[in-house]
C-alpha cells in the first residue's frame, strides 16, 4: 500500500489523532515532536501495521539531519506524565535503561534511519499495543534533543 507518514493529516496540521488503518490492524500517532537543528521535526514511517508471526515491524524514522544518531525506542507502555529531559522537552516513554527495546541508527545523506522491531510468533499478543517513540542526540539544539511524535500500533 505505501509508506504512510505518521504526523499530520493531508491537509495540515490537527488537534485530532490521526488514525491509520491498514489490513484491520492500527497505527496511531500522539503527542508532539521536537525539532532538529535544521528546524525539521523527525517523523516515522511505515508500510505495514505490526503483525504476530512476522519477523520484524519495519519502521523508518525520516527528517533527521545527515549522519545524526537515531534512536527508536518501543514499550508496551507509555508514562503517564511524560518524562522530562531537560530545557522544556518531555518522552512519551520509559527511558533506558527502564526502555524494554531501544535501537540506534546512524541517519544517511537523505536524513532517514531504517528499523526494524522484532516480532513475536506468540498468539497471545494479539491486541497488544507497541508504542514508539524516536530521539536524535542533537547538541545544537536547545534541549540536545530531537524527537519524533509517539505511535502506538497494536499488534495483530
Known amino acids: 500500500p505505501g ?8 491537509g495540515g496540521p490537527s488537534t ?7 489490513e484491520n490492524a492500527n ?17 516515522l514511517l511505515t508500510e505495514e501495521s505490526p503483525w504476530i508471526g512476522t519477523p520484524a515491524w519495519d519502521v523508518e ?7 545524526q544518531v537515531v534512536f527508536l ?11 522530562p529531559l531537560g ?9 533506558a535503561p527502564n526502555a524494554p527495546w531501544l535501537q540506534a541508527a546512524v541517519a544517511d545523506s537523505s536524513g532517514t534511519a531504517e528499523f526494524a522491531i522484532p516480532m513475536t ?14 530521539y ?8 540536545g534533543w530531537a524527537l519524533s511524535q509517539g505511535i502506538n500500533g497494536r499488534l495483530h
Open 3 to 10: 509508506k504512510v507518514q505518521l504526523g499530520d493529516p493531508p
Open 16 to 22: 485530532e489523532d490521526w488514525v491509520v488503518l491498514v
Open 27 to 43: 497505527v496511531v500517532r500522539f503527542g508532539t515532536g521536537y525539532p532538529t537543528r535544521s528546524g525539521r521535526i523527525p517523523g
Open 61 to 67: 524514522v525520516v527528517d533527521a539531519d545527515p549522519g
Open 73 to 83: 525506542g518501543a514499550s508496551l507502555w507509555t508514562e503517564a506524565v511524560p518524562k
Open 87 to 95: 530545557m522544556g522537552l518531555a518522552s512519551v516513554l520509559p527511558l
Open 121 to 134: 510468533s506468540d498468539p497471545t499478543w494479539n491486541g497488544v499495543s507497541l508504542f514508539l517513540q524516536s
Open 136 to 143: 536524535i542526540f542533537d547538541p545544537a539544539t536547545s534541549g
